[in-house]
């Protein structure tokens, strides 16, 4: 089944410590996004992908880095990790079809809900 | 002044009422727009999407585009208490989609 995976569902950890949130999609597209959310406030772009070797970092800076070494696969990580990385993360994946008018319909993961103490 | 502008609400209405959602943009040139429900804790969800002027019905959703006004609306038909959620209104630009901060929609049984 189609589908946009993100692993783990939850995760606290403490200061200091190197974390890789995992985001998978079997949905065939080309372009993947993380988002940054905290709670009741407006998603921010952190980084996004057009494919394969191509990373951008998005509007809201961020001290974390992201991969894109196969089409499907899209991890973002964090060398060291602080408190005020405590937020909901959310990857979403888009484009299908190049051209086609629902090629920038954007489709999101769970999320990962990251607490650093 | 932001470039996807939505009143953040929250939008009270009652059980059965049609619910309106209204969503302003910036960029001329967007040509895709689209509709989310996030419910607390989860989450966006897309709902509805349209490409060219006038209406387009999917169900109880109605999504209206007026390019010349570069405005966008949702209406809710028939409003349940599970609809309530924020809505969040995205519009595309250079193949990233802008969001709009939302807007938060109460339906009281």
């Known amino acids: 089944e189609a589908d946009i995976y993100q692993t783990p569902r939850y995760l606290v950890i403490g200061t200091g410590k190197k974390i890789t949130l995992e985001c998978s999609q079997t949905m065939g597209h080309d372009k993947m996004y993380w988002y940054q959310q905290d709670p009741g406030m407006e998603l921010h772009l952190i980084h996004y992908s057009y494919g394969v070797n191509s990373t951008e970092k998005g509007d809201l800076s961020s001290e974390s880095t992201v991969s894109r070494i196969r089409t499907e696969h899209f991890p973002l990580t964090l060398e060291s990790a602080r408190p005020s990385h405590t937020s909901q993360y959310l990857c979403?994946?888009?484009?299908?079809?190049?051209?086609?008018?629902?090629?920038?319909?954007?489709?999101f993961g769970p999320g990962t809900r990251l607490t650093v103490l | 002044q932001k470039e996807v502008e939505q009143n953040s609400g929250p939008l009270s209405v009652p059980e059965g009422a049609i619910a309106s959602l209204n969503c302003t943009y910036s960029?001329?040139?967007?040509?895709?727009f689209f509709w989310y429900r996030q419910y607390s804790g989860k989450s966006p969800e897309l709902i509805m999407s349209i490409y060219s002027n006038g209406d387009k019905e999917d169900g109880r959703f109605t999504a209206q585009l007026n390019k010349a006004s570069q405005y966008v609306s949702l209406l809710i038909r028939d409003s349940q208490p599970s609809d309530s959620a924020t809505y969040l209104c995205?519009?595309?630009?250079?193949?990233?989609?802008?969001f709009g901060s939302g807007t938060r929609l109460l339906v009281r049984p």
């Open positions: 995205a519009v595309d630009s250079s193949y990233k989609l802008i």
């Open positions: 979403a994946s888009s484009g299908l079809t190049p051209g086609d008018s629902s090629y920038n319909e954007q489709f």
């Open positions: 960029d001329r040139v967007s040509q895709s």
